[in-house]
T-cell receptor, first 113, second 109 residues
Framework: DVKVTQSSRYLVKRTGEKVFLECVQD?????MFWYRQDPGLGLRLIYF???????EKGDIPEGYSVSREKKERFSLILESASTNQTSMYLC????????????FGPGTRLTVT | GQNIDQPTEMTATEGAIVQINCTYQ??????LFWYQQHAGEAPTFLSY????GLEEKGRFSSFLSRSKGYSYLLLKELQMKDSASYLC??????????FGGGTRLMVKP
C-alpha cells in the first residue's frame, strides 16, 4: 500500500511566523505535489517537484516555497504566514509513467491567527 | 488552461443509483480521474478514463466522451458510507491535474 504521511494533522500559527509542512512518501515516486483545499475552490496546486532538488510553480505559488532534498520528502514553507493562508494543505505523490494517479496524504489543517 | 464544472451537492437514497456529472474545457486532454474524499480525510483514487467509453469497477463506473468534454461517475446500490465528496480531475499534456470543486453526495436512509 502506498503511504503518504504529513507531519501534522492540525497546526495553529501566528501571522508572520515561518511555517514548515513536511510530507513523506514510501513508494519511490518521482513526482510530489502540494495543494491547498478551500471550500468552493477545490484543490489548487501550489508547487510540484518531479525530481530531487527540482521544483516547479503551480497555480498559486505566491507566499510559498518548497524544498526537495531527498526523493521521499517534500516540504512546503510559508515564509511569513498570513491569515489568508488558513487552509487545508494536501500533499500527493505519483510515478512519472503510466496511469500515474496521485496518492494523497491525510492533510494538514493550518490556522493562521 | 482548464475549466471543470460539477454540481456542488447531490442527495440520493440508500440502494438507489446516482450519476455525478463533470464537464471540462481543456487545452491538451490527457486523462480524467475521479477521486472520493470523506470529510476530514485524504482524496482516494476511484477511476481513470483516457479513451471514450465506460470503465466499470464494482458498484462504481465512470464514463468519458472526449468530443463533448464530458464525464460522469455512476454509483449503484448506494450505501451510507458512499456519503462523501467526489472530485473530478483532468490531466493535461504536462501530466498536471486540475480539479473541479467537488460534488458533495449525501446518502439518506
Amino acid at each position: 500500500d502506498v503511504k503518504v504521511t504529513q507531519s501534522s494533522r492540525y497546526l495553529v500559527k501566528r501571522t508572520g511566523e515561518k511555517v514548515f509542512l513536511e510530507c513523506v512518501q514510501d513508494m519511490d515516486h518521482e513526482n510530489m505535489f502540494w495543494y491547498r483545499q478551500d471550500p468552493g475552490l477545490g484543490l489548487r496546486l501550489i508547487y510540484f517537484s518531479y525530481d530531487v532538488k527540482m521544483k516547479e510553480k503551480g497555480d498559486i505559488p505566491e507566499g510559498y516555497s518548497v524544498s526537495r532534498e531527498k526523493k521521499e520528502r517534500f516540504s512546503l514553507i510559508l515564509e511569513s504566514a498570513s491569515t489568508n493562508q488558513t487552509s487545508m494543505y494536501l500533499c500527493a505523490s505519483s510515478f512519472n509513467e503510466g496511469r500515474n494517479e496521485q496518492y494523497f496524504g491525510p492533510g494538514t489543517r493550518l490556522t493562521v491567527t | 488552461g482548464q475549466n471543470i464544472d460539477q454540481p456542488t451537492e447531490m442527495t440520493a437514497t440508500e440502494g438507489a443509483i446516482v450519476q455525478i456529472n463533470c464537464t471540462y474545457q481543456t487545452s491538451g486532454f490527457n486523462g480524467l480521474f475521479w477521486y472520493q474524499q470523506h470529510a476530514g480525510e485524504a482524496p482516494t483514487f476511484l477511476s481513470y478514463n483516457v479513451l471514450d467509453g465506460l470503465e466499470e469497477k464494482g458498484r462504481f463506473s465512470s464514463f468519458l466522451s472526449r468530443s463533448k468534454g464530458y464525464s460522469y461517475l455512476l454509483l449503484k446500490e448506494l450505501q451510507m458510507k458512499d456519503s462523501a465528496s467526489y472530485l473530478c480531475a483532468v490531466r493535461d499534456r504536462y501530466n498536471m491535474l486540475t480539479f473541479g470543486g467537488g460534488t458533495r453526495l449525501m446518502v439518506k436512509p
